[in-house]
């Protein structure tokens, strides 16, 4: 047993987002005691930890304990090329930028050494599980898999499928036959690959696979109808669906207005809802379900969020991205008046910060920002909900981790903001106006610094050897 002694602070229970507000739980001498195989025995206040615990118990002292982050969208191709300008939105970043820099790692030693770095840095930010998108070529893949389960966190990725697409993507696309054999090959090798020994339900594994579409435009209704049958065969083994949804609205030629019209559907929506034939028509499989997250949803219908809710499919929301890019503001009343799922995503190379914190810090201002009565203050419980516990909803492992509960698995990070100039003193003035005041300046002002140690099951995370790169 190791006892970690330090201020907790989580989302306890399964609440909505808004009865996060009232679940919060902060406990400034507080006692997380791990046992042995990696599960919380014990999260609350010091003086009531039961005896029995701190038997031959190892106490480990720490500044602040919290649950690790989840990260539900974010790009492993682009770690190296965050900020690049590309002098335009999306559709003209993807083709000068991001197709030429995620053909790089078609070199097998060029790649790992992007899957040790990529796996650096999300331990850095305390980032304990990931919804990885991810490269093009197998190797690749297997590079970002056997580094991650190295260091010792969770994932889940999938190759990022491109049938078609601009000259400057020519290397990252196949054929519609390849898609397919590729992205059934990724899940037969590594969906549940370490679940082996403690537990064999590939769900409970570290390492798990999701069926990954650039976006509409990468592929053909051929391609997603063909990807539907593939996912309709392997959505009970737990594989995720994973892509991009209505991120750019520019009117003309913007990604939305050339969805529709690819596609002659009636929303984008329709495209991974199995009714991607020219007036929303039938094509096949819906790609929807609880285990399918679609990043961005800024320019959603009514009718689109609505479809989203009722199939239990979530939203990763990424307003750091979005403001690089000009993709405009996810409606925050609306989206979540709907009951879809929200949780929060990097989105890096578009998105700047690797650190869920800084990402909530943006989606406090921008939500803040919003027009008139649009206008919300998010809760601080509610941001601390969105970076933690609404992610390992929306991976559907919330039984699992997303919170210190006990009986959960131990994944948590240690933070010290006495790394952080300034910070401790910031936090020491913020603690005489209560818990709330407290948890509001630490997400919104920590930085990478303050992450001490970051664990799994219990375990500290390691990362890759620097001497590698
Ligand atoms: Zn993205």
């Not at 679609?294 to 320019?299: D, E, G, I, N, R």
Request: net charge negative; aromatic share 6%.
């Amino acid at each position: 047993m190791t006892i970690y002694r330090g201020h907790l602070l989580h989302i306890s229970g399964s609440p909505s987002l808004e009865e996060s507000t009232s679940a919060l739980v902060s406990e400034p001498d507080g006692a997380l005691a791990v046992d042995a195989t990696g599960r919380i025995a014990y999260s609350g206040a010091w003086s009531g930890l039961p005896a029995a615990l701190t038997d031959d118990a190892v106490v480990a002292t720490a500044g602040y304990l919290l649950p690790g982050f989840v990260d539900t969208h974010v790009h492993y191709p682009q770690t190296l090329t965050t900020d690049e300008f590309g002098g335009g939105e999306l559709l003209e970043w993807l083709e000068r930028c991001v197709f030429p820099a995620e053909t790089r790692l078609s070199d097998p030693a060029f790649a790992d050494l992007v899957a040790a770095e990529f796996v650096r840095r999300r331990i850095s930010a305390g980032t304990t599980a990931a919804l990885v998108f991810g490269s093009a070529f197998p190797e690749a893949q297997d590079a970002l898999y056997a580094r991650t389960l190295e260091a010792g966190l969770r994932i889940v990725s999938g190759r990022g499928i491109q049938t078609v697409g601009p000259a400057s993507a020519s290397a990252l696309l196949t054929t519609e036959d390849a898609s397919i054999a590729l992205t059934r090959d990724e899940i037969d090798r590594w969906h549940g690959q370490d679940a082996g020994g403690r537990a064999p339900d590939p769900r409970t594994a570290l390492a798990q696979v999701a069926v990954v579409p650039r976006f509409s435009l990468s592929v053909t209704p051929e391609t997603l109808r063909r990807l539907g049958d593939l996912y309709a065969g392997t959505r009970a083994d737990g594989v995720y669906f994973h892509s991009h949804l209505n991120e750019n609205d520019r009117p003309g030629d913007g990604e939305i207005a050339a969805v529709r019209e690819s596609y002659g559907v009636d929303t984008y929506l329709d495209t991974y809802d199995g009714r991607c034939l020219p007036g929303s028509r039938t094509s096949g499989e819906s790609l929807l379900g609880r285990r399918s997250i679609l990043a961005h949803a800024v320019h959603c219908t009514d009718g689109e969020l609505h479809r989203l809710a009722a199939t239990g499919s979530s939203i990763a929301h990424c307003p750091t991205s979005q403001l690089f890019l000009g993709s405009g503001t996810m409606p925050w009343r609306r989206t979540v008046a709907s009951g879809t799922t929200i949780a929060m995503g990097t989105d890096i190379g578009a998105g700047d910060e690797w650190l869920i914190p800084r990402v909530l810090n943006d989606c406090f201002k921008v939500h803040m920002s919003e027009l008139g009565d649009r206008s919300v203050a998010i809760d601080p419980a509610q941001l601390l909900f969105l970076g933690t516990l609404a992610g390992a909803r929306a991976l559907d492992q919330e039984q699992r981790f997303g919170n210190l509960d006990a009986g959960k698995d131990a994944d948590f990070v240690i933070l010290d903001p006495g790394a952080q100039p300034g910070f401790e003193l910031s936090l020491q003035t913020a603690s005489e106006g209560g818990a709330r005041s407290v948890l509001f300046t630490l997400l919104m002002g920590m930085r990478e610094a303050s992450v001490a140690g970051v664990f799994v099951r219990g375990r500290r995370a390691n990362p890759p050897d620097s001497a590698s790169a």
